[in-house]
Protein backbone atom coordinates (compact mmCIF):
# COMPACT_ATOMS: atom_id res chain seq x y z
CA UNK A 1 0.00 0.00 0.00
CA UNK A 2 1.10 3.58 -1.12
CA UNK A 3 1.35 5.94 1.51
CA UNK A 4 -0.10 9.40 1.37
CA UNK A 5 1.81 12.62 0.59
CA UNK A 6 2.68 14.14 4.52
CA UNK A 7 4.79 16.54 4.15
CA UNK A 8 6.86 19.07 1.61
CA UNK A 9 9.43 16.07 1.12
CA UNK A 10 7.16 14.61 -0.77
CA UNK A 11 5.78 17.57 -1.93
CA UNK A 12 9.41 18.18 -3.60
CA UNK A 13 9.64 14.39 -4.50
CA UNK A 14 6.26 14.59 -6.23
CA UNK A 15 7.09 17.31 -8.37
CA UNK A 16 10.38 16.67 -8.80
CA UNK A 17 9.32 13.20 -10.86
CA UNK A 18 6.99 15.16 -12.24
CA UNK A 19 8.92 18.00 -14.39
CA UNK A 20 11.60 14.01 -14.89
CA UNK A 21 8.72 13.19 -17.36
CA UNK A 22 7.73 16.95 -18.58
CA UNK A 23 11.60 17.21 -19.33
CA UNK A 24 11.01 14.19 -21.70
CA UNK A 25 7.82 14.72 -23.28
CA UNK A 26 7.51 15.94 -27.14
CA UNK A 27 4.49 17.41 -26.65
CA UNK A 28 5.35 19.71 -23.20
CA UNK A 29 8.99 19.61 -23.00
CA UNK A 30 9.25 22.68 -25.43
CA UNK A 31 6.85 25.12 -23.43
CA UNK A 32 9.66 24.47 -20.60
CA UNK A 33 12.62 24.81 -22.97
CA UNK A 34 12.68 26.88 -26.05
CA UNK A 35 9.72 28.76 -25.11
CA UNK A 36 10.13 29.73 -21.36
CA UNK A 37 13.81 29.08 -21.01
CA UNK A 38 12.84 27.66 -17.58
CA UNK A 39 15.34 27.81 -14.95
CA UNK A 40 14.66 24.86 -13.21
CA UNK A 41 16.57 25.84 -10.22
CA UNK A 42 13.98 28.98 -9.70
CA UNK A 43 11.50 27.18 -10.98
CA UNK A 44 10.93 23.99 -8.37
CA UNK A 45 10.90 25.65 -5.49
CA UNK A 46 8.37 27.86 -6.72
CA UNK A 47 6.69 24.34 -7.50
CA UNK A 48 7.17 23.11 -4.02
CA UNK A 49 5.84 26.26 -2.48
CA UNK A 50 2.64 26.33 -4.81
CA UNK A 51 1.68 22.81 -4.21
CA UNK A 52 2.75 22.32 -0.74
CA UNK A 53 0.16 25.68 -0.25
CA UNK A 54 -2.26 23.82 -2.46
CA UNK A 55 -2.10 20.61 0.10
CA UNK A 56 -1.43 21.69 3.38
CA UNK A 57 -2.08 25.60 2.82
CA UNK A 58 1.14 26.97 4.22
CA UNK A 59 1.00 29.95 2.74
CA UNK A 60 3.98 29.26 0.99
CA UNK A 61 3.50 30.02 -2.44
CA UNK A 62 2.99 34.20 -3.71
CA UNK A 63 2.90 34.08 -6.82
CA UNK A 64 0.30 34.46 -10.04
CA UNK A 65 0.09 31.17 -12.16
CA UNK A 66 -2.52 32.61 -13.95
CA UNK A 67 -0.44 35.42 -15.48
CA UNK A 68 2.64 33.60 -15.77
CA UNK A 69 0.51 30.87 -18.08
CA UNK A 70 -0.41 33.71 -20.03
CA UNK A 71 2.19 34.99 -21.03
CA UNK A 72 3.75 31.55 -21.88
CA UNK A 73 0.97 31.26 -24.41
CA UNK A 74 1.25 34.42 -25.69
CA UNK A 75 5.00 33.01 -26.70
CA UNK A 76 3.38 29.61 -27.29
CA UNK A 77 -0.07 29.06 -27.82
CA UNK A 78 -1.85 26.29 -25.48
CA UNK A 79 -4.26 24.40 -26.53
CA UNK A 80 -6.49 22.01 -24.54
CA UNK A 81 -4.50 18.99 -25.60
CA UNK A 82 -1.66 20.70 -24.10
CA UNK A 83 -3.91 20.59 -20.47
CA UNK A 84 -4.93 17.16 -20.80
CA UNK A 85 -1.42 16.12 -21.60
CA UNK A 86 -0.30 17.92 -18.46
CA UNK A 87 -3.08 16.43 -16.31
CA UNK A 88 -1.89 13.03 -17.21
CA UNK A 89 1.26 13.10 -16.75
CA UNK A 90 0.79 14.81 -13.06
CA UNK A 91 -2.43 12.54 -11.84
CA UNK A 92 -0.13 9.49 -13.40
CA UNK A 93 2.72 10.74 -11.04
CA UNK A 94 0.88 11.08 -8.25
CA UNK A 95 -0.81 7.87 -8.40
CA UNK A 96 2.84 5.76 -9.03
CA UNK A 97 3.89 7.83 -5.89
CA UNK A 98 1.14 7.87 -3.45
CA UNK A 99 -2.34 6.91 -2.78
CA UNK A 100 -4.66 8.31 0.51
CA UNK A 101 -6.95 11.78 0.80
CA UNK A 102 -4.15 14.17 0.34
CA UNK A 103 -3.11 12.05 -2.93
CA UNK A 104 -6.45 12.68 -4.11
CA UNK A 105 -6.83 16.21 -3.01
CA UNK A 106 -3.68 17.24 -5.06
CA UNK A 107 -4.98 15.99 -8.48
CA UNK A 108 -8.58 17.50 -7.97
CA UNK A 109 -6.52 20.61 -7.48
CA UNK A 110 -4.56 20.04 -10.62
CA UNK A 111 -8.14 19.50 -13.07
CA UNK A 112 -9.48 22.46 -11.07
CA UNK A 113 -6.55 25.16 -11.57
CA UNK A 114 -6.03 23.18 -15.13
CA UNK A 115 -9.83 23.78 -15.79
CA UNK A 116 -9.60 27.28 -15.13
CA UNK A 117 -6.88 28.12 -17.18
CA UNK A 118 -8.03 26.38 -19.87
CA UNK A 119 -11.45 28.53 -19.45
CA UNK A 120 -9.57 31.83 -18.93
CA UNK A 121 -6.47 31.43 -21.58
CA UNK A 122 -8.31 29.76 -24.33
CA UNK A 123 -11.97 30.61 -24.39
Avoid: C
Avoid at 5 to 18: C, G
Avoid at 80 to 99: A, M, N
Amino acid sequence: MKTDIENRSDIEHLVNSFYSKVKRDEMLAPFFGKVAKINWKQHLPVMYNFWENAVFHTGTYHGNPMEVHRQLSAKKSLSPVHFKRWLELFITTVDDLYGGNNAENIKQRAISIATVMQIKLIS
